[in-house]
């Protein structure tokens, strides 16, 4: 029985085309149990085929049908063949982290068959070091970024002899543990903020003074939740389908000595160490505006109007514009100044209830969703550069059938007029990055990883906990 598609999903949908593919990834990297053969990776591959059941979620596919007077609507795929969407890979010698990288890249930039249903499974060998790599991605109509990271940690463990557990798509999995819902990564704001807007009620009485507040504060080019004073840069131009994906990790540990020593936020760390390497990127390829470069950044802030009837309390999700200081050369200066934007973006949220604050991010966004509508990437000036994303992950060590997880990795969207995507997730003791963006518009993608771990000396240098 077909159901409707939401307007959310829709708007994925709808939003998806050669250039730029709406899809969600993940990358995670498991060590072998010692007892394990060299058929390690084969034998989870026909596991997978063996599932005797699939959740409804991996069975879903979108249809337009005259029956339903052309609207879109989601069915059961009553000819599911899982090989099609559970594939087995083995990559070339010598087997680096860069052949694993250059594949990724190249399943990434492929859009997913809408005649079947929109994800893909790709159990990875071939690393020289032994490890499996599991690549997994999904459709953001059928889930958004966080979530699609969710299903895979769902299913871990932190008991390395425990066996015959399902992967994500198996049915199994939801019955043993439902899915949590997880805050909103930044690109789910803007669809999520528009829905919520339109249903704003007691709210709305507030919106008027808040909305002043924050207009002025972007007007005066100061932090806020809006901003009207990022530079042109080579990011803000229109993308191909094709992607670049780079990743490594860093000690969380080396990352809050800087954090404590400089009494700023773990993220602000994580921001500056972003905001030094895409200086020093731009600069290796003379392209480095004058003006700092501005992020979006995700932020989860408390509300003050926590008592709001419509907003019901609790924690709230927003989007703060953050200025990365890459006009400043000096590490110290570069991460002070990136705290008190960080600061003065919260405080302009903190008086809001949760509805307001996700409309003031839907009013954040709605610039860079017109500009390339209106074919005005690299004409005028964008409302900020790129997306910084942190997301929670495991704090202690998970496994998978007594495989060990190494890292996990994000692999995000890049969209037209915002050429790179940079996301973050911590697990156990590490802090993963996963830098996401379009082949052509962003060469050397990889030279970022360098210039972020020097950047990480360079605060630890700056702060004295060298």
């Known amino acids: 029985m077909a159901t409707p598609i939401d307007p959310t999903s829709l708007g994925f949908l709808l939003a998806e085309n050669r250039n730029q593919p709406m899809h969600v990834a993940g990358l995670q990297l498991f060590e072998k149990p010692a007892d394990a053969g060299p058929s390690f990776a084969r034998e989870m591959y026909e596991s997978a085929l063996d599932t005797a059941e699939f959740a409804p979620l991996f069975l879903k596919r979108p249809v337009r049908t005259l029956g339903a007077l052309g609207r879109w609507s989601w069915t059961e795929d009553t000819d599911f063949d899982v090989e099609h969407h559970v594939r087995h890979s083995a990559l070339p010698e010598p087997g680096r982290i860069r052949e694993l990288l250059e594949l990724v890249s190249r399943l990434h930039g492929q859009m997913l068959a809408r005649e079947r249903p929109l994800w893909e499974a790709h159990i990875i ?10 690549y997994t991605k999904m459709h ?3 889930v958004d970024g966080i979530s699609a990271m969710k299903l895979l940690q769902n299913v871990l463990t932190t008991d390395e002899d425990r066996r015959n557990m399902p992967l994500p ?3 199994r999995a939801l019955r043993k543990k439902k899915v949590r819902e997880a805050e909103a990564p930044l690109t789910e704001v803007p669809m999520d903020a528009f829905r ?14 808040a909305l002043i507040k924050t207009l002025t504060k972007g007007v005066r080019n100061e932090a806020s939740a809006l901003s009207f004073y ?5 990011f803000n131009v229109n993308i191909t389908g094709s992607r670049r994906f780079a990743a490594d990790d860093w000690p969380l540990e080396r990352i809050r000595a800087v954090s404590k020593a400089s009494r700023t936020t773990l993220n602000d760390v994580v921001l500056a160490m972003c905001g030094g390497a895409v200086r020093n990127y731009l600069l290796e390829l003379n392209r480095l505006p004058d003006a700092s470069l501005v992020s979006m950044v995700p932020v989860g802030l408390k509300s003050r109007s926590a008592e709001s009837e419509s907003g019901g309390g609790g924690n709230a999700v927003g989007s703060v514009m953050v200025k990365l200081a890459t006009d400043l050369a000096d590490p110290a200066e570069r991460l002070a100044a990136i705290n008190a934007s960080m600061k003065a973006g919260k405080e302009a949220l903190e008086s809001m209830t949760p509805n307001q604050i996700v409309a003031m991010s839907a009013l954040g966004m709605a610039p860079s969703l017109a500009i390339p509508m209106l074919r005005l990437n690299g004409i005028i000036r964008p409302p900020f550069n790129l ?12 496994y998978l059938n007594g495989a060990r997880l190494t890292g996990t990795y994000p692999v995000s969207v890049p969209m037209q007029g915002m050429a790179l995507n940079i996301t973050c997730n911590s697990y156990a003791d590490d ?4 830098l996401t963006g379009c082949r052509r518009t962003v060469p050397h993608l990889q030279r970022l990883l360098t210039y972020l771990d020097a950047e990480l000396a360079a605060l630890e240098n700056a702060t004295g906990v060298a």
């Open 125 to 134: 060998e071939g690393l020289a070091d032994g490890r499996v790599a599991l």
């Open 140 to 142: 953001h109509a059928l």
């Open 169 to 171: 798509f198996d049915a």
């Open 196 to 209: 919520t807007a339109m249903g704003l009620t007691a709210d709305a009485a507030g919106m008027p003074a």
């Open 230 to 234: 990022a530079p042109k840069s080579m």
């Open 387 to 398: 997306i910084i994303s942190n997301v929670p992950g495991p704090r202690s060590v998970q």
């Open 431 to 434: 802090m993963c990055f996963g």
